[in-house]
Each structure stands twice: as structure tokens, then as C-alpha cells.
């Protein structure tokens, strides 16, 4: 019976088994090959595991880590639909399936090889990114690459000759072949989801809803289940969610832009006077504004960035406007002046749409432009948004020489000095966009580098804190030494601000810092402001501007430095060199006017929020807040209304 079984099955269980296990394995090769983790523990340990739970129902540790489960799961989903089928095309079927497999492998691992990232739609969509690797394919290509055709080479004559002998010619009976259909649907729906499911209740869902880094979704889910998974967001977000916006939305975009085109018109005394010089825009990580100006047990914690302040404009009422996208919204509000999204990045989301951007325009206006990251390319998806903004170059992991390692990578110090070196190649005038990294949370920065006397805060966060924030600051420094030693600094508009608070729970230390008082209104503007430092060529306009203005003002800023004018830009931003306070939108619809801060509750709902009067930092009757807080809703609608339905692109075109 068992035999005659066999006999009847023999061909399928073995076609079965062999793509199972032969695309297992090349999915265990693309992550030997690309050096990331696919198991954590080896085979042994998930026998005893699975044993252990079966006999013993005791709690299992670590069943779930790792690819091994979650890639078996994801198999049996992917070939589930050709037991369905008749033995032959169901051999065949697995074949092409295999070979499908194989090519998508492949392909990821040599996109991996050079942009360390994974092919996805958005990616496939922008076939320039694919492009500038066509011509390296045979040079991404490794011998042992060959590995992963070695089973097709067996499996595909065998097929042939079992098809042609006539074998295989018991067909399972129409239920049969549906039971075992959804039987391997199931066993794969488990083998996906257990995984997915433990890891949402450890983590939470964030790495789905907001990736921020494909690697770090495949990390959880493999290659077929990143896939999968890429394939639904994108069809998703670009058929199901593609909002088209009413004639009478787009009129009231349109108006709204006119108007504000309008509003920009009016010149200051600074308007135009950095007329053709270079931009350097340098975006420090996760640095606030209350270190800045501060000592501790007597010693300067920036005092580089102190001494450039007496010949710099200085904004200490600037403020981050950053959503869940963090560093990459921090560079969009910089670049492209618009608001992040509610959710997620802009430069994951919507790295294909059209912006109106500082590179793009300073391009247009003969500049050489150039961004520099001393980390992976691929994080944040930037290769992909940096060469939508139109930047020339891209100089990240890879591009640089190596030195000192401090905090996640290359040190901030050698990073800024290499981009200085490569500015100088640049053809004048140029725009420098500079991500410094080094002062990125947890903060641990390598203990030869921690030459702060931080007092009663070393050995926690925010100890460390200060410690890094000190390094970034004698970075600066240098930096600032060598634009002046190469005769760049009067030549060139340079910029520093921060990308976004630094996320550590410690209000009481960071105030005590600032040297504010322990009230909600002081919490909440201190956590929120990062500094912004501006030096134009020979000091000019050089002071300090308790004016209020956020990220999303940079861009208009500079251009009106550099006098190009804004009657046709798309940029949401006001200019900081007016003579008054700008209203300054958070992303959670928090905000502030100078005169009065607004906080936002959870829930959204304008009466729950709390109302600040800015002179006083008390609680104020909540309708002084309205107006501007409708102010503020209808500018981040509009800004989402043009990113969801990339409204810029006919807008740009039209004028
Ligand atoms: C990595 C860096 C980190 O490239 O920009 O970003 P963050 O975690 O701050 O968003
Ligand atoms: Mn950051």
C-alpha cells in the first residue's frame, strides 16, 4: 500500500521535495554570500526546539529568529498553487517557478553586491538606478555564483526525459490535489506568520508600517517575503491609494502657491548679496539646541560651534519638524521644503515623484552639487532620492577612505575632511550637502574619544550624549579651519542645523543643561529646537535672530542669499531673513508662532491640544491657538495633497 503510494507519488514527492529544498538553499546562499544572518542557530537546535514544544509544550526561545522558518513558510506559499495541477504540469510548473526563483535571487545579489540593497518595485520603476549597474553585471558576477544554476542543470533533463517516458501518467484526483494545495498553504501561512507575528509583539509593527531600510525588513521576513511584501506596498500605494485629487483641490493647491510665490516677492537687505557663491549645508545627527552656548562642570560643550556663532546668524528658536522618517524627513524639509508624511518617509514612499528641489534648482543655475554620507547607500533609499533631486554625485559608504571609526561609523571628523577634499574637485560654484552621523543614539561613542568631563551624567545616555556631541562639535571645528584654510568660508554660504531631537528621556538633565526651568512649555520647546547656524561670506548679517522658523524654511532661505528668485518655486518654506516670526509646523500638528505654542494631543482633536503663551510659557485660553492652528492643518494637507498624488509634476511642467 505504502509502496504502491510511492510508486504512484514517487515522482511528485521527489519534484516537490527537490525545488523546496534546492531553493532553500539558495536562499541560505544569497545570505552566506551577502554576509547577513539568515540562521541563528543551527539545524540541531530547531529539531530540539520543535521537539521540546511538541512533547513538552514548555515556551520555546528563539524558534522564531532568524530566516530558516519564515523562507520554508514563504516557499510552500509561493509553489502552493501547483499542486493544484496534473503531475506534468506541476513538474514543469515547479521547474519555471525554480528558475524564476533563481533569477530574482540572483539578481538581488548582485544589486546587493553593489548598492547594498534589494531590487525593489520602486526601484525597478526608476530603471535609471538599475542602469548605472548594467554596465558592472559581468564584474558583480562571482564564480561561485554558478552555484545556484547547479540543480537546474540536473532538474531540467530529468524532467524532460520523466515527462517524455510517459511516467507520471496517475493523476491525483481533482480533491486530492486541493487538499494538498491548501495543506501547503496552511503549513506555509504558519511557517510565515509565527515569525512575523512574534516579532510585532516584541518590536511592534513599526518596521512594516514605515521601513525605513529594505535590508532591515528582509532581516525579518527573507527574500520572498520581502518581496511579496514590496509588491503589495507598491501596488498598494500606487493603484489602491493613489489619490487623485479633485479639479477643486488642485485649484486651491495651484492658488495656494501662487500666493505664497507671492508673499516670498519681498526683498530684504540680505536678498542676493551671496549671489553665485558655493552653498555647504551640513545636517549634524540627532543634535539639539540646548548644548549649544552651555558649559558643564565649566567647560564648553560645543565650544567650536560658540566661537563660530560671533561670526555666523544664529536662529536659537529653530525648530525640527521631522516625522517618523527622522534623518531622511530632516534632509526632505532641507532639500525639497514640504512636510514629511504622517507616516513613514517621503524617501521610501515617494522617492519617483517630481520636487522642486536646492540641488535641482541650484543646477539649473550652473551649480556642481554633491551629497556626502559616510553610511549605506541604500539606507533611507537616498541613492534612489538623491538622484531624483538631480545631486551629481553621492559620495557614501564605500566612496570613502577609511578613518577613525566613532559612533556607528566612519568618525565625523575624517567624514567632513574627505567631503572637503572632494568639494575642492568640484567646479565652482558648487552645493555641498553634508550627513553627518557620528552623534547618532545609543550615543556610545568609542571611549577614546570621550574627552568631555560630563560630571554626574557619566555613564548614562545622556552622559554619552554630550560626550558625542562634543566630538561632532570639534569636528565642526575643523571643518570650519580648513573652508578658511582653502579659501572657501567667504566664498560659500554654509549652513548647520540639526536633523532632529536626540530621543532620550531625560527632561530634568536636559533642562538643567539649558538652564530653563522644569516647566511643560520649557520641555517642550527645548526638546523640539535644534540650532541653526548660518555664515555668509564675510560675516555678513552676523548676530543672533530669536526669530522662529523650522527646517522647511532652509531652502527659500538660501535662495533668496543667493538671489534666485522664487516666483515659480514649489516650496512651501518662508524666508528666516524677514523680520518676523514664521509659523513653524510640526508634523503632529504641534506648532508654534513665537507668540503663541500650540501642542497637540494624541486623539488630533484641536480642543484637546494645550495652547502656550510664548511670552509667559503659561497655559492660555486654547482659542488664541485656532487660527494659526488652521493655518497649520491646511499646510500640511496641502503638502501631503502634493505628495500622495505627486501634484509638483504637472505643476512644474505647466509653468
Ligand atoms: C543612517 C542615518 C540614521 O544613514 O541617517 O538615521 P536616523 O536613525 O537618525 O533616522
Ligand atoms: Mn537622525
Redesign the pocket.
Known amino acids: 500500500m505504502i509502496l504502491n503510494g510511492f510508486r504512484r507519488w514517487g515522482w511528485d514527492f521527489f519534484f516537490y521535495g527537490a525545488f523546496l529544498i534546492a531553493v532553500f538553499l539558495k536562499l541560505y546562499l544569497f545570505a552566506a554570500f551577502s554576509d547577513t544572518v539568515f540562521a541563528s542557530q543551527g539545524l540541531v537546535f530547531y529539531v530540539k526546539e520543535a521537539l521540546h514544544k511538541l512533547f513538552f509544550k514548555g515556551t520555546i526561545t528563539g524558534f522564531f529568529a532568524g530566516l530558516t522558518l519564515i523562507s520554508l513558510g514563504a516557499l510552500f506559499i509561493a509553489s502552493c498553487w501547483t499542486l493544484l495541477l496534473k503531475q506534468r504540469k506541476r513538474w514543469i510548473s515547479l521547474l519555471i517557478l525554480n528558475a524564476v526563483l533563481t533569477f530574482l535571487i540572483v539578481g538581488d545579489l548582485i544589486y546587493y553586491r553593489y548598492f547594498n540593497d534589494l531590487l525593489s518595485m520602486t526601484v525597478l520603476s526608476q530603471m535609471n538606478q538599475v542602469g548605472a549597474i548594467s554596465g558592472s553585471i559581468l564584474d558583480l558576477f562571482e564564480m561561485k555564483d554558478f552555484l545556484f544554476i547547479a540543480d537546474l542543470v540536473v532538474l531540467i533533463p530529468l524532467v524532460v526525459i520523466v515527462v517524455k517516458r510517459g511516467s507520471g501518467k496517475l493523476i491525483a484526483r481533482p480533491v486530492t490535489r486541493v487538499v494538498l494545495g491548501l495543506g501547503a498553504l496552511l503549513i506555509g501561512y504558519l511557517f510565515v506568520m509565527s515569525p512575523i507575528n512574534d516579532y510585532v509583539k516584541k518590536y511592534g509593527s513599526a518596521l512594516f508600517a514605515s521601513n ?1 531600510y529594505n535590508m532591515s525588513l528582509y532581516s525579518q521576513t527573507g527574500l520572498i517575503g520581502f518581496h511579496g511584501y514590496d509588491v503589495y506596498r507598491f501596488v498598494n500605494e500606487t493603484v489602491f491609494q493613489q489619490k487623485k485629487i479633485t479639479a477643486k483641490e488642485s485649484k486651491e493647491i495651484e492658488e495656494w502657491f501662487e500666493k505664497h510665490q507671492r508673499e516670498m516677492k519681498k526683498e530684504t537687505p540680505l536678498y542676493g548679496m551671496a549671489n553665485g557663491k558655493n552653498v555647504i549645508m551640513v545636517q549634524l ?2 543634535f539639539n539646541n540646548f548644548v549649544i552656548n552651555q558649559k558643564i562642570n565649566g567647560n564648553e560643550i560645543t565650544p567650536n560651534i560658540n566661537k563660530l556663532l560671533d561670526e555666523s546668524m544664529y536662529f536659537p528658536n529653530f525648530y525640527k519638524q521631522t516625522g517618523q ?5 530632516a534632509e526632505f524639509l532641507a532639500n525639497a521644503s514640504l512636510h514629511p508624511l504622517y507616516s513613514g518617509s517621503v524617501y521610501v514612499r515617494y522617492p519617483s515623484n517630481t520636487y522642486d528641489s536646492l540641488p535641482g534648482i541650484l543646477k539649473q543655475n550652473g551649480y556642481e552639487t554633491a551629497a556626502f ?1 559616510a ?2 547607500k541604500s ?2 533609499n ?1 541613492y534612489v532620492m538623491y538622484d531624483n533631486y538631480g545631486f551629481d554625485h553621492f559620495y557614501g559608504e564605500g566612496d570613502f577612505k577609511n578613518g577613525e571609526i566613532a559612533g ?1 561609523t566612519l568618525g565625523d571628523k575624517p567624514f567632513m575632511q574627505q567631503s572637503v577634499d572632494q568639494l575642492l574637485k568640484l567646479e565652482k560654484p558648487f552645493y555641498g550637502f553634508l ?1 553627518a ?1 557620528t552623534s ?2 545609543p550615543y556610545n561613542i568609542q571611549s577614546k574619544y570621550r574627552s568631555l568631563d560630563v560630571a554626574e551624567y557619566e555613564g548614562t545616555i545622556f552622559g554619552d550624549y554630550l560626550h558625542s556631541v562634543h566630538y561632532v562639535d570639534e569636528a565642526v571645528g575643523m571643518m570650519v579651519e580648513r573652508l578658511k584654510k582653502e579659501n572657501l568660508w567667504d566664498e560659500t554660504v554654509f549652513l548647520l542645523y540639526g ?2 531631537d536626540y530621543g532620550v528621556d531625560n527632561n530634568e538633565a536636559m533642562l538643567k543643561i539649558a538652564g530653563e526651568e522644569f516647566t511643560p512649555y520649557n520641555i517642550e520647546e527645548i526638546y523640539q529646537e535644534v540650532p541653526l547656524v548660518m555664515h555668509l561670506p564675510n560675516d555678513m548679517g552676523k548676530g543672533v535672530y530669536e526669530r522662529t522658523g523650522g527646517q522647511i524654511d532652509l531652502s527659500p532661505t538660501i535662495l533668496h542669499a543667493l538671489g534666485i528668485p522664487f516666483d515659480s518655486r514649489f516650496m512651501m518654506g518662508n524666508n528666516l531673513f524677514e523680520e518676523k516670526n514664521q509659523l513653524v509646523v510640526q508634523r503632529n500638528l504641534s506648532w508654534t508662532n513665537g507668540e503663541y505654542t500650540y501642542k497637540s494631543s494624541p486623539e488630533g482633536f484641536f480642543e484637546k491640544g494645550t495652547c502656550f503663551d510664548g511670552s509667559t510659557g503659561n497655559i492660555t485660553d486654547i482659542n488664541l491657538c485656532k487660527p494659526s492652528w488652521d493655518q497649520a492643518k491646511k499646510e500640511l494637507s496641502i503638502s501631503d495633497k502634493v505628495i500622495f498624488s505627486d501634484v509638483l509634476e504637472k505643476l512644474i511642467i505647466k509653468q
Request: glycine share 4%; net charge negative.
Open positions: 525605513w545627527e540627532a522618517g527622522r534623518t531622511s524627513d554620507h553610511y549605506e539606507f533611507w537616498r556607528w550627513v552621523l547618532h543614539h536633523d532632529h
